[in-house]
């Protein structure tokens, strides 16, 4: 498995319990490929350089998880049509240093 970081921006309109659904498809959506998906880290309300899609703000939450490599691309598919989430951005991790 590999460790992956997703940057995800959520949509501006969204009230708290709706943020939280979204941020639980998300983990769902890991859990159901395979994986394992830690606590989101919420880093809150951002406005943005210049509007997306007609919005000026979101909300931004960062999530560590473990996923295999082949079922990244299923899990960008699984939510391009989630409504509660208006972004995402997946990075892979550098393997830790054994010591």
């Known amino acids: 498995m590999?460790?992956?970081?997703?940057?995800?921006?959520?949509?501006?309109?969204?009230?708290?319990?709706?943020?939280?659904?979204?941020?639980?498809?998300?983990?769902?959506?890991?859990k159901k490929l395979g994986g394992?998906?830690?606590k989101a880290t919420r880093m809150g309300?951002?406005?943005f350089a210049r509007p997306?899609?007609?919005?000026?703000?979101?909300?931004?939450?960062?999530?560590?998880?473990?996923?295999?490599?082949?079922q990244v691309d299923a899990l960008l598919h699984?939510?391009?049509l989630e409504e509660a989430i208006f972004r995402i951005q997946i990075s892979r991790l550098p393997e830790p240093i054994a010591s």
Do not use: C, H, W
Not at 2 to 30: C, F, H, Q, W
């Open 78 to 80: 699984d939510l391009k």
């Open 2 to 30: 590999n460790r992956y970081e997703a940057m995800v921006i959520l949509p501006e309109s969204l009230t708290e319990d709706e943020i939280e659904k979204g941020l639980g498809v998300l983990n769902a959506a890991i």
């Open 52 to 70: 997306l899609d007609k919005q000026t703000a979101g909300e931004y939450a960062l999530v560590r998880f473990e996923l295999p490599g082949d």
């Open 36 to 38: 394992t998906a830690n």
């Open 45 to 47: 309300r951002r406005t």
